[in-house]
């Protein structure tokens, strides 16, 4: 590591996107004595709020994101689906990026990570790559159902997602996605899913979270546990997957890599399929914040700035539940109820607007075991509603 | 408690005083969804670089205040020195000040603070006020040297203080105060010096973060450990002090009494004296942000705006060292040699400039006990000058 490369405290970190993402790593960076300036099209951002500098913009506006990046000591984001010019105009100018142009590009797009992981020889639930009608009804043979069908461009939350329940399927699939480059995978019945979130340094330093299980209602991640409840053999496996991903993408920040666990109905043998990468912090390391000892936005900071990775031992077993815009359907929700329970971290994103399915903010309890701070985040999120 | 009293997320938190403090509550309220807006004479103060918004005038500009206090929905203080009538006013608006009025003005005055502790029967260090030479001379011969002159206003750190070793030093002393109104007080020799921070909610809810042991140097905190390494019954003790002071202030917030150790030379009966109050989070307290379930920060956002207290289990043993502009002496510290040390957090407060004895920002080193957080700390802050 050279110093050149170190971007010091009391410098400014660029981060496009301005969600609760970047909200959280502004706070992160704000507690190490760093600046924060922002760029999105939106205003009073999430991130914007609490930023020195929010710069509304559309990505497109290529002279607004110039200007901006000569505003900044280094360049990150806190979303993928940034068109890779913007990196590649803060490279032009000299500062830098991290991770690289070439993982956003990787990963905005289902079909270039899942090409990238299985020519990597990582494990991934079989696909197959869809132009057309005659494409997706091939792929439907060959790989068999149930499948499913999803654009190849950025999608998060269910959304760009359709399940193939028989062959009879693919016309009304292929329609509803509105003829776009997309992938067919085979549906995995998994045992459980779970995420790796690590981080990397400008060393190629590696560190990480250990395996956090992560259930999903709707589509839309609902709880995260950590430690996962799987063997320390799937979770050290996990780990290792997480970091031949970030070696062989050569990502320089945190990176999250969702898994399902599957288990064979003869053998019993557990194993693991990548079904999604995510080359920033990701909403189940939000529990980091409170439970390890360096959260995941502090090791963004600390990885993207060049400094050493932060120790990660976890200091209490956590478990996280989001905050979805539906609990405002009758109001304010019960803050001081949720609050009066125990040991709960309460944490809000500023987000105006409280729309059904959106993420307005998330709690973490804390507890002597998972079971205990499950219990505690559940009653807490009960009470909100009270 | 009532629902009026409640102030919830997406509120704005008004702060009068602007450094460090205010920017450690602004961080905490700005993560649980808050707004902050920030008053004091500076202009891109800690606080301020953190807040929606910073207002820059005069404690004295009382039409500033009365437009500040109009933008916020609660009022509270990270210093104690402001002019009692910022809170009469605030309070005049219609704005719950937390803490009140009363708690400033007993805080803000040594002298008033000494009689409010003595006439509560709570331990305090042999005290006579000074008003003028013949007062100090008859105070010295009734108290006895070695003593300690100090002026009633406000001082930190050690300012407005002056040791007197025999009743000849009386006049020199009392010039050197310029003539102030003093108190003298006994000098104590004690074993060790402990603090307790402690929250009172609306409801009179009380919270402690047990006994603090604080080493000094050059009469600024250096160290602090938490837990301190006294016994069980003197931490407990404490503890009840810490309630007893805040009930009889009535104080809702968070407070820190300091507390001199003192050992029998005979009996070896280790006894409590009160050294002094801040109604406001304390620098002794900076390592609950990341060794307790919840901060001093957290616990004064919610003690001021009536929720419920946060559950204060320490989570790891912890050693805070401060840095001081000292530090950078010989140019910019050595920050990644410090963040390479292991579980070591790094806070840095935004200040432009670093004066030797001006506390530029803090780490707190966390470890399986006291001794090896200890040790991380100082081979942390040695890193810092390598």
Redesign the interface.
Known sequence: ?TMTN?I???STIGVFGSGQLG??LA?AA????Y?IHTFSPDRDSPTG??A?REISAPYADLDAVRAFVRTVDVVTFEFENVAANVAEIAQASGVPVRPGGWVLHTAQNRRREKEFLAQAGLPVTPFAAVDSLEALRSAVARLGCPAVLKTAAFGYDGKGQVRLHGPDDAPEAWAALGGQPAILETFVPFVCEISVVAARGVDGAFAHFGAIENIHRHHILDLSIAPARVSPAVAARAVELARAVMEKLDVIGVLCVEFFVTKDEVTGDERLLINELAPRPHNSGHLTI?AM??SQFEQQL?AVC???L??T?Q??PAVMANLLGDLWADG?PN??AA??C?????????KAEARPGRKM?HLTA?GETVEEARRTAEAARRALAA
């Open positions: 590591m170190v010091l405290p009391g909200r959280m706070l704000r507690a190490m004595g600046r709020q609490v020195d409170d000892m360096t600390r060049g400094l050493p932060g120790d031992t200091l209490r304010e803050w001081p609050l009066a125990g040991a709960v971290k309460l944490h809000l994103y500023g903010g804390l």
